[in-house]
């Protein structure tokens, strides 16, 4: 029963697990082992290119079966580690054990005490951890949201041509275009997902208080910050932090957080806009003739995916925000409280992709409904005042605004033949005339280029 997600007490790998199992593959347990694994293994190929003495007979061909070990990591390695742990109490430990027993088997035991050489747990971690997150994003997240940006711009460009009524403040405004309101989105995830490109994915690499103290004293002549930065950056594929304590800073994992929160509340706005739509009938929804939509009321066709989609990515916005404001905080040259925190990465990451799934499914389902789309307009024929009182001020017509606002503010309903006789009283040329009765809540859209 303990491994049917079924009875599993998060929905991430219960309810949801079938859209969420790719992310063990980053975030579980397992995975942190094996990125830790592959650390360790890189960290002692760039000591032998070092040409140590104690290392310095070591046949370089041996360096592709020791990335062997990570590269075809399996369950039973991670539970040997695990196995080790319960005795050592210590995870990053038990990782160094777990490789002394294979450099045994592989004949490399003259060496083994330079696994983990000189480092203390944060540099394993604190490189292990930023390379998961930066596949994290580079595999999964990223593609799943210019995904999304792809069927918003899709729709978009569908409907780029059909006039919508605007609303602000929840009231009829000047019309706009379907698609327009739709392509906003569009931009504003494009401006974010560019933003996230300029945030390196950082690393601590410098032994107990980020100083190569150890290091210094067992090989004084060799220049450390340039073999970390080598390994961090060259090998390891991120950025290093030069001056740091015995971990990571964690700002730019925080600015990483905090953007993904821009993203998932842009996310949220477009959650909420779409509910809206449907509820104002602009969008039907296909639905699969078995579909209940609820218990009580047979007629009801919820917009479940968007409500699904907003509740995942608040949930995912309120971790990242402890994530953000927590992280960069430790007490003098280290605490533990990150070590708990960082953990749970994949939580609010995972809740992300969720509403990124939910958000999809729902655009997928949505079907455009014209007729109430132009019932709508033709039954607010008083925004086109906003485009009757601009031309009659550039006609130099007295106090046009106050005009309009006479006429659309009267109580009984305002139709094109208010419009249409309003006109008609004005003095101005028929010329201006006719320009202004050629204005239609249809025809009064602006201008909008993809």
């Known amino acids: 029963m303990e491994n049917l997600p079924l009875y599993n007490i998060s929905p991430v790998d219960g309810r949801y697990h079938s ?12 995975a942190l082992i094996r990125y830790r694994v592959m650390v360790e293994i890189e960290y002692f190929i760039a000591l032998c290119r070092l040409n140590l003495p104690p290392l310095r007979g070591l046949d370089h061909l041996v360096f592709d079966s020791l990335r062997q070990i990570y590269r075809t990591f399996t369950l039973q390695d991670a539970i040997r580690i695990k196995d080790i742990e319960k005795v050592t109490n210590h995870d990053v430990k038990a990782v160094e054990y777990f490789l002394k027993e294979k450099y045994d088997t592989i004949g490399l035991a003259a060496y083994k005490e330079f696994i983990h050489f000189g480092l203390t747990s944060q540099d394993i971690n604190n490189t292990a951890l930023p390379c998961s997150l930066r596949d994290a994003w580079n595999e999964v997240m990223a593609p799943l949201l210019r995904k999304t940006v792809e069927a918003l711009r899709y729709r978009a460009r569908q409907w780029k041509d059909i006039p919508m009524l605007a609303r602000t403040h929840g009231q009829p405004a000047s019309p706009t275009r379907v698609g327009k309101e739709i392509y906003v989105f569009v931009e504003r995830l494009e401006g974010q997902l560019r933003l996230m490109e300029t945030i390196p994915f950082s690393a601590k690499f410098g032994g107990a208080t980020g100083n190569f103290n150890a290091h210094c004293a067992a090989y004084p002549q060799i220049d450390w910050q340039a073999f970390g930065d080598n ?15 015995q971990i990571e800073h964690y700002d730019n994992l925080a600015a990483f957080f905090d953007n993904l929160k821009r993203i998932n509340t842009i996310l949220i706005d477009l959650n909420r806009d779409m509910w809206s739509y449907i509820s104002m009938d602009y969008f039907k929804q296909k639905i699969a003739p078995e ?29 990242f925000e402890h994530l953000a404001a927590k992280l960069p905080i430790s007490r003098l040259q280290r605490d533990l409280t990150d070590s708990t925190v960082t953990r749970n990465i994949g939580v609010p990451i995972a809740h992300m992709v969720i509403g990124l799934d939910a958000l999809l499914r729902g655009l997928n389902k949505l079907i455009l409904n014209q007729e109430a789309i132009r019932s709508d307009l ?64 249809e025809t009064y859209i602006g201008v909008f280029n993809m």
């Open 291 to 319: 579909e209940v939509g609820s218990s009580a009321m047979p007629h009801k066709v919820n917009p479940i995916d968007f409500e699904n989609s907003e509740g995942n990515l608040g949930i995912a916005n309120a971790c």
């Open 378 to 441: 033709q039954a607010n024929w008083a925004v086109v005042a906003e485009a009757i009182q601009t031309i009659l001020r550039r006609e130099g017509y007295p106090e046009p605004f106050e005009a309009l606002k006479k006429l659309t503010r009267i109580d009984k309903k305002i139709d094109r033949q208010t419009v249409v006789d309003f006109v008609q009283g004005l003095a101005v040329s028929e010329a201006v005339k006719e320009e202004l009765l050629r204005i239609t809540p």
């Open 19 to 30: 859209i969420t199992k790719g992310l063990s593959t980053y975030f579980s347990e397992g």
């Open 231 to 245: 390994l961090v950056e060259k090998v390891l594929g991120l950025s290093r932090s030069k001056v740091t304590t």
